[in-house]
């Protein structure tokens, strides 16, 4: 057991995403608990791609491949996490506010969150503030994550932030914001809980507001 998970371990550092897939099916024919899986050793590993990539051992492109890697792990895992009633770490709605289509830094950050065990709904991009409102209504949330990368559209951010408040929703939720033009300044001016540099950053950040251990 112990060889075939570090081969999932290793699949997914290296970005291997059929030799994760294969290692996932593996443990789990052998016996192996969904939730371990999972926690022991998949979320680890994307931790590792993280620690990688901040140190500079790792680039975006390698960072890319690790996340398909666990996404691919994970929609085998997934069903089996769902029969066995495992918890996720959080529930996250995530998007591209309001009048930016640009959604590479999203994605990965949403395939990061996912590897650290957190749910995800993608709201995708252009996404009105009305949306975020209306997913956080639908209850089940603990984090929104706004992604922006033209200058045009941060106030948009910051609408979303309001309306949020207007609904009575607020306090419900941890709002974290990133993309190029957006510092810790700006995430502190429009009413946001923090911001993340990377997609790394935002993982941490996303424990820190729920309060998981990192």
Not at 114 to 140: N, Q, T
Request: charged fraction near 25%; proline fraction near 4%; glycine fraction near 10%.
């Amino acid at each position: 057991m112990k060889d075939v998970l570090d081969a999932l371990k290793k699949a997914i550092e290296e970005g291997q995403a059929k030799d994760a897939a294969r290692a996932v099916q593996a443990a789990l024919d052998a016996g192996a608990e969904p939730g371990a899986i999972l926690r022991d050793v998949m979320v680890p590993a994307m931790d590792e791609v993280g620690r990688r990539y901040e140190c500079g051992d790792y680039f975006l492109p390698e960072m890319l491949i690790s996340a398909r890697a666990m996404k691919e792990a994970l929609a085998l895992l997934r069903p089996r996490l769902v029969a066995t009633d495992v918890k996720p770490a959080g529930t996250v709605v995530a998007g591209t506010v309001k009048g930016d289509l640009h959604d590479i830094g999203k994605n990965l950050v949403c395939m990061l969150l996912e590897g650290a065990g957190f749910e995800v709904r993608d709201l995708g991009v252009d996404v009105a503030p009305e949306k975020f409102v209306d997913a956080v209504r639908g209850g089940g949330v603990n984090l929104v994550a706004l992604s922006a990368l033209l200058t045009t559209t941060l106030p948009n951010m910051k609408v979303t932030i309001e309306q949020l408040k207007a609904a009575g929703l607020r306090d419900r939720v941890g709002v974290m914001v990133g993309g190029a033009p957006v510092n810790d300044r700006l995430a502190t001016e429009i009413g946001a809980d923090g911001y993340a540099e990377d997609a790394a950053g935002a993982v941490a950040l996303a424990r820190r507001l729920v309060g998981v251990p990192a």
